[in-house]
């Protein structure tokens, strides 16, 4: 028998959650407080105190207690007894800012409506290198990581390519992550493709720069999208009407850094004279010249 004389299956579901989001906390911050716990189940510290000490019990190798950041950290030997701590679970709770997944498990669809989504290849590294990225962000401290660019602006150098960046936010387009960050190498903010990280890992150095430094993250742009000309009278309405347009012009408010990834998504036709398939790429951008500075890549 473990050292609780709990076994996680016994644990009512309530402080199953708790327990999930302690592991899920410290893993990919760092650090788990009792404030933390207090404050986003909205219980009283001493209630947290409870369930951070029922964790100790049934994890006793898993956290230590810290006196400098008042909380407890991950062991190296950390293991996971109640999440599910992989990327494609966590990142998509982050994103939702969910303090828990998943539920207790019937034979039946609750709501009785099926869901499928796309089965989309994986595109995220090992939840090790996923952890020391949002441990950075979350410590605002500086990453040192080994990264795979496949870009033509980036020096002809060997295939693996060591930087240190300064990471603030993530980026969830649909289809991959990126991670929003202060490059020291090019001396300014840029975004990194998680998938392409190969290794990461946190340094003791506090992050000079700031978010609000980051024009692009901070401003924000309104994209003018209409339907494509080559589109029929038909289809041209039933698109505005789908995205409740007003005045035949689709308004998207968006960060100036991710206008490019809106366009992807969107599958907007971005060529000058309009030539992609219509059927596939159903809009255009009516306002090229005030949006294509800050994400000249994605237009053609």
């Not at 990327?87 to 499928?116: E, K, Q, R």
């Not at 289809?175 to 190498?185: I, K, Q």
């Not at 003018?224 to 309405?237: A, D, E, I, M, S």
């Amino acid at each position: 028998m473990a050292p609780s004389d709990k076994l996680p299956e016994d644990i009512k579901w309530n402080t199953r959650q708790r327990l999930q989001y302690i592991e899920i906390m410290a893993y990919y911050t760092g650090v788990v407080t009792r404030s933390d716990v207090a404050k986003t189940f909205g219980i009283s510290d001493a209630a947290a105190t409870k369930d951070l000490t029922l964790y100790g019990k049934i994890a006793p190798d898993n956290l230590q207690y810290k006196q400098n950041v008042f909380g407890f950290v991950p062991n190296a030997s950390f293991k996971e007894v109640f999440a599910d701590l992989s990327p494609d679970t966590v990142l998509p709770m982050i994103a939702n800012n969910l303090s828990t997944t998943g539920g207790p498990v019937v034979d039946h669809l609750i709501y009785g409506v099926p869901v499928n989504t796309l089965p989309l290849p994986s595109r995220l590294p090992d939840k090790s290198i996923v952890a020391q990225v949002t441990r950075a962000a979350h410590q605002h401290k500086k990453l040192g990581i080994v990264y795979n660019s496949l870009s033509d602006r980036e020096p002809d150098k060997n295939s693996d390519q060591h930087r240190i960046i300064e990471p603030h936010s993530l980026i969830d387009t649909g289809l991959r992550w990126h991670v929003r960050a202060y490059s020291e190498d090019t001396f300014d903010f840029r975004d990194f493709v998680l998938s392409r990280i190969t290794d990461a890992k946190i340094l003791e150095e506090e992050a000079e720069s700031s978010p609000a430094y980051d024009d692009d993250w901070v401003e924000t742009i309104t994209l003018k999208l209409t339907p494509h000309p080559n589109l029929n009278q038909k289809k041209q309405r039933s698109l505005l009407i789908d995205y409740g347009a007003t005045d035949e012009i689709i308004e998207v408010k968006v960060k100036r850094a991710l206008v490019g990834y809106t366009l992807q998504k969107l599958s907007v036709d971005t060529t000058q004279n309009h030539s992609l398939n219509p059927d596939a790429y159903q809009l255009i951008i009516a306002n090229r010249d005030e949006v294509e500075p800050f994400a000249g890549w994605a237009f053609l």
